[in-house]
């Protein structure tokens, strides 16, 4: 999920796959007519253009997708090089800002919104800590514990009804069981807040 690829810095593997195809689509286009991938490209293209749904299709609503479709029409690229950069980069930077919006609009990311703005790798992750260490800190970074907030939409339960039981049967008090309320206010763990923090 974005939690996931946001603490490897890393976005979906389709961005690699797409910049992969494109470059092949423009190995095609500076091939001679006489070479049979050119020849079939030319087929699939005429199929296309007559309303059949094929690789060249698929090819072509890549390139409409990512504004790139005057390219397409004109069948001819030019500095090959520099289309593949610049298709690469917008690629990037809207693979980049889905993934920021997913984060967003995610009731699960409330908490790592919060601490996580850029696409980048935690350093967490590229130190050299024992494996325990960094798989307790991902997973309280990206929900994946066991408090009343996660378990409770596993269950079904509306948020507001997701409380501490510790609180609630202790002090009285009903409070979210979430993780800004276990690290800086729930008195279970109020010694090792006073060590640790």
């Not at 296309?48 to 004109?74: P, Q």
């Not at 790798?121 to 970074?141: D, G, T």
Request: aromatic fraction near 14%; charged fraction near 25%; glycine fraction near 4%.
């Amino acid at each position: 999920n974005c939690m996931a690829l946001g603490e490897c810095g890393r976005l979906p593997l389709c961005t690699i796959y797409h910049v992969k195809c494109i470059k092949y689509w423009c190995k095609l286009l500076s091939m001679p007519n006489n070479r049979y991938p050119k020849n079939c490209y030319k087929m699939l293209k005429s199929q296309d253009d007559i309303g059949r749904v094929n690789w060249a299709t698929k090819v072509k609503e890549l390139l409409f997708k990512y504004g790139f479709g005057f390219i397409w029409m004109s069948q001819e690229i030019g500095d090959v090089e520099w289309f593949i950069s610049e298709f690469r980069q917008r690629i990037t930077d809207c693979m980049s800002q889905c993934w920021h919006n997913d984060m967003i609009n995610s009731s699960r990311c409330d908490l790592y919104k919060n601490i996580k703005t850029m696409l980048n790798p935690e350093r967490y992750v590229m130190l050299n800590l024992p494996f325990n260490l960094k798989k307790s800190l991902a997973r309280f970074r990206c929900s994946s514990h066991k408090l009343h907030i996660e378990v409770g939409r596993h269950r079904g339960i509306d948020r507001e009804f997701r409380t501490c039981s510790f609180c609630l049967t202790n002090f009285n008090i009903t409070c979210v069981e979430d993780e800004y309320h276990v690290f800086f206010k729930c008195q279970k763990f109020e010694d090792a807040r006073q060590n640790l923090l």
